[in-house]
Structure formats: C-alpha cells, structure tokens
C-alpha cells in the first residue's frame, strides 16, 4: 500500500511557475515509479511526467516542466515554469510498479491538487 499527497497548486498568470509536490509513503516506495497526470473540465486524465529508471515528459510539457525525485525523502517534485492557460488541471500524483505513461498502469493515486493559469 502506498499513500500520496500532493500539495503546491494554486492560481497562477500566464507566463508564471507553480511548484507541485508529492509525498509518498508505505512500503517499498522506492520501488515505485512516481508520476504526475491531469484531467481537464470534460477531459480524460492524461499523462504529464514520470520519475523512475529515468524521465519521460509529455510532449505538451516537455522542456516547460522537469519533476525530480527525492529517494530519501519520498518526495517527487513537478516544477512547471511558462504556464499556459491550458495547462489547467486538476494535478495527480501517482505510483506504479513499472516505469509508464499509462494511467492503466498506475495503482495509487493522489487526491489531487488544483492548478489554474490565467490569461
């Protein structure tokens, strides 16, 4: 069992950064891949980034965010920098066994931290 928490959302101006964190806890959560997805008003949720035997970025994102890992601390950082009005979401922090884009592989979720960019 793995539990998450995010925190670090909020409101931000077009152009601006927002920091978004997630602890992790529970068993062997070092052996958990840690990702970050988000789900738009009448959209499905969709991936953002992945933190494990590597870094996988969605191209939306790529070269605007970076998430790093805290192997000590179980944390997984998402720095989101150049935010865009689209980039609002309502932000997820997740855990899988294997290293995926996939929300299918995913078995623990955050609740969830809002993220709004104004124009």
């Known amino acids: 069992q793995v539990q998450l928490v995010e925190s670090g959302g909020g409101l931000v101006q077009a152009g601006g950064s927002l920091r978004l964190s997630c602890a992790a806890s529970?068993?062997?959560?070092?052996?958990?891949?840690l990702g970050w997805f988000r789900q738009a008003p009448g959209k499905e949720r969709e991936f953002v980034a992945v933190s494990g035997i590597g870094e996988l970025y969605a191209d939306s994102v790529k070269g605007r965010f970076s998430v790093s890992r805290d192997f000590v601390k179980h944390t997984v950082t998402l720095q989101m920098n150049s935010l865009k009005p689209e980039d609002t979401a309502v932000y997820y922090c997740?855990?899988?066994?294997?290293?995926?884009?996939?929300?299918?592989?995913?078995?623990?979720w955050g609740q969830g931290t809002q993220v709004t960019v104004s124009s």
């Open positions: 529970g068993r062997s959560v070092r052996s958990y891949a």
């Open positions: 997740a855990a899988a066994l294997r290293f995926s884009s996939s929300s299918l592989g995913y078995d623990y």
